[in-house]
């Protein structure tokens, strides 16, 4: 995780901690072109869902977080899950179904957990993770606690009923939870706008009476400053904040997916001009870090991962027994 | 001991509870007031609108909400109003309660009870009148009761507070003025997973729960006139099931009768009389029988709705009926 180094100003990013957060994106990045290389090659099971030119958002607001503060995730939740401080060799362990995964092998990609980290799962059913995140945030604030509850979800999500009951919940509350919208523009194959009514996501938020903020997804600084800034208001006990970020997904809905539903100029032109991690180096050369700091932050991200996936794919299998554990305690299987 | 109506008995256990542990909490519809059947009523004024908390009518952020502070270490006490509104909550439930612990290796539990009031009540009708518990038993991970007397929701609601696992707690709803003696002293309460046995017998087993129970007594006193005699097993924990108690009695009768108000197609009575068949198969007098509700929808009409119930007279002869079964 990144830590801050000084409180972060879009207009006049600091490299250091620019540095810091493009350093999570290229292992968020390199993390699942790898995991998406082992699927091709059958080590990794069932269907992960690529985060690929998203990694901004997960980098940016998981840069603002306290190691105590919890936060719920989607379906495409590695990023979130890396960006909050989870080890990736107990990750690749857990795609590949491996003893010592962060669930033991019994999640995979699409439930992945840490709560060592606060990272309260990843989830197979969208809109899911809104009312657990306010839930959460309803314990601390029961406790009275200073901890934040983050909550990230898609586009899709917003067309379910939980995102409504969450969100109202969560602002008649007055709890400690920061939205964010991960807003790629589509749910699987159809584009979210074509099945909505209304004026998007940041609307149905702001008729509850919830602040929004909108931000350019793919702008790492942009994101850091709208995130250190909604993160603090949270905390400061002024209830919840909601964060639209536009972005765009880089890959198929699952890394099996082609995406040919998309149109190809639409693809062409997120690819050639609108990669965060692309975008990010322009910005820190613009601070004067040379092409040679950026090159090692990435070599050295794809030498540890490389590392990582191999001692994975070398760990021992989960024992046939673990299936049987930790259903429940009384009337537990025989 | 005192004497209590089942009502009465449940406010007391939560009570006890909130008291005992400042990380209980309930939360739902109208619980400030009382909620609707009054079993919460006096709590709110007793621990506070944070303890007891008024929710929107918003079930899947009710049970989704009590999954995340469950997971952050407090004890949600989760009430659903009726058992029929749960539905809107299964996700919830089902999908992430009873499936967080597993999935995510054990890294946490989630020590929450929803409390369902179900069953036929007031001609409430198709939507507010059903008995769902089979669908719970069917879910690895939930922890399933259904109390038929005051001391038994007490004693086990109070367990399912203590216990850590996700507990689906199902209180029937023509049962709340129901009286009975409680043991309310110190830290008394039910073993989950023990069945009571509410009356001794030599003929037929009669296995049963929740509203079951009463009409399986009223039955037993009309079987006894015929000459038959029922041995009557109040399971009160449907998962776990007390196996063992059940496949005594009928090691000893040589009959099984399981009597529910849930629709009897794939109820939980075919669970108990299978795990029977199989395991006491030739020491079996007579076939085993289930008898629970028509597969229909609860009708309203006061002319229409016995269609949906059991009765004490449909027992007795079913229990007769085995007792005099030729092959
Ligand atoms: C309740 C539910 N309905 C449908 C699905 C199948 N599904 C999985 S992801 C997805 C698209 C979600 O879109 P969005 O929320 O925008 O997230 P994105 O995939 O774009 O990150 C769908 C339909 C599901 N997992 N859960
Ligand atoms: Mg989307």
Sequence with gaps: MALPSSPPDAAAPDAERLLGLYATMQRIRVFETLADEAHKAGQVAGYIHLSIGQEAIAAAVGANLREDDVLTSTHRGHGHTIAKGADPLA????????????????????????????????????????????????????????????????????????????????????????????????????????????????VRAESLGIPVTVVDGNDLAAVDAAAAALVRAVREGGGPQFLHARTY?????????????????????????????????????????????????????????????????????????????????????? | MSRLTYREAARLALAHELAADPAVWTLGED????????????????????????????????????????????RPVVEMRFSDFALCAVDELVNQAAKARY??????????????????????????????????????????????????????????????????????????????EVPLDGDWEVPIGVARRVREGRDVTVVTWSGGVRIA???????????????????????????????????????????????????FGAEIAATVADALFGALKAPVRRLGAPRIPVPYSPALEPASRITAPAVAAAAAGLVSWRS
């Design chain 1, 249 to 334: 997904r880089f890959r198929g809905h699952t890394s099996s997916d082609p995406a040919t539903y998309r149109d190809a100029a639409e693809v062409q032109a997120q690819l050639a001009g609108n990669d965060p991690i692309r975008r990010a180096a322009a910005t820190l050369a613009g601070l004067g870090v040379t092409p040679d700091a950026l090159e090692r932050v990435e070599r050295h991200e794809r030498e540890a991962l490389a590392a990582a996936l191999a001692t994975a794919l070398d760990s021992p299998w989960p024992d046939l027994g673990t299936a049987f554990t930790d259903v429940q305690d009384i009337g537990a299987p025989q």
């Design chain 1, 91 to 202: 990750m690749f362990r857990e795609l590949c179904g491996r003893a010592g995964g962060t669930c033991g092998g019994k999640g995979g990609s699409m439930h992945i957990a840490d709560f060592s980290v606060g990272m309260l799962g990843a989830n197979g059913v969208v809109a899911a993770g809104l009312p657990i995140a306010v839930g959460a945030a309803h314990a601390i604030a029961l406790k009275g606690e200073d901890r934040i509850a983050v909550c990230f979800f898609g586009d899709g999500a917003t067309n379910r009923g939980p995102f409504l009951e969450a969100l109202n919940w969560a602002a008649a509350f007055r709890l400690p939870v920061l939205f964010v919208c991960e807003d790629n523009g589509y749910g699987a194959t159809t584009r979210t706008g074509s099945v909505s009514a209304g004026g998007g996501p940041g």
């Design chain 2, 103 to 180: 999935m995510f290796g054990g890294q946490a539990r989630v020590p929450l009870v929803v409390r369902q009031p179900v069953g036929l009540w007031s001609n409430s009708a198709a939507q507010h009148s059903q008995s769902l518990e089979s669908w719970y038993v069917h879910i690895p991970g939930l922890v399933v009761l259904a109390p038929a007397t005051p001391a038994d929701n007490y004693g086990l609601l109070r367990a399912a507070i203590r216990s850590d696992d996700p507990v689906v707690h199902l209180e029937h709803k023509d049962l709340w003025p129901a009286e009975g």
């Design chain 2, 217 to 267: 007594e009223e039955a037993a006193t009309l079987a006894e006139t015929q000459g038959v005699s029922l041995d009557i097993l109040d399971l009160r924990s449907l998962w776990p099931w007390d196996r063992g108690a059940v496949l005594d009695s009928v090691a000893r009768t040589g009959r099984l009768l399981v009597v529910h108000e849930a629709v009897e197609v794939a109820g």
């Design chain 2, 31 to 74: 619980i400030g007031r009382g909620g609707v059947f009054g079993q919460y009523q006096g709590l709110q004024a007793e621990f506070g609108p944070t303890r007891v908390v008024d929710t929107p009518i918003s079930e899947a952020a009710i049970m989704g909400g009590a999954v995340g502070a469950a997971l952050l270490g407090t």
